[in-house]
């Protein structure tokens, strides 16, 4: 299984970006996909999410009107637009991948390795 985020680097305030998260190895129309950020010393909070089919979104009320959750599962890829990116979205952001087993009420999870964003005049 791999999950492979790009797209990270150095934007200024205002500015966009677009990751994209590669996967492999699992059957991901079967999985919801989310997008998490990190920064030093904090925990991994979940920036947007999108259910297996696409028809669903979520979103971190901080980032509601400015980023963008996608997905196409015939390419197996999960993407992330940033518009109006602020000093505060800096942080390494995470793509997860997440099924739910109703029969064992257990998550499957799966992570990427993380891609840098640093928002910075």
């Known amino acids: 299984v791999q999950l492979v985020e790009s797209g990270g680097g150095l934007v200024q305030p205002g500015g966009s970006l677009r990751l994209s998260c590669a996967a492999s190895?699992?059957?991901?129309?079967?999985?919801?996909m989310n997008w998490y950020r990190q920064v030093p010393g904090k925990e991994r909070d979940l920036v947007a999410g999108i259910d297996r089919n696409g028809g669903s979104t979520n979103y971190a009320d901080s980032v509601k009107g400015r980023f963008i959750i996608s997905r196409d599962n015939a390419e197996n890829t999960v993407w992330l637009q940033m518009n109006s990116l602020k000093p505060e979205d800096t942080a390494v952001y995470y793509c997860?991948?997440?099924?739910?087993?109703?029969?064992?009420?257990?998550?499957?999870?799966?992570w990427g390795q993380g891609t840098q964003v640093t928002v910075s005049s």
């Open positions: 190895g699992f059957t991901f129309s079967t999985y919801d």
């Open positions: 997860n991948a997440a099924r739910f087993n109703y029969a064992t009420h257990t998550t499957r999870l799966y």
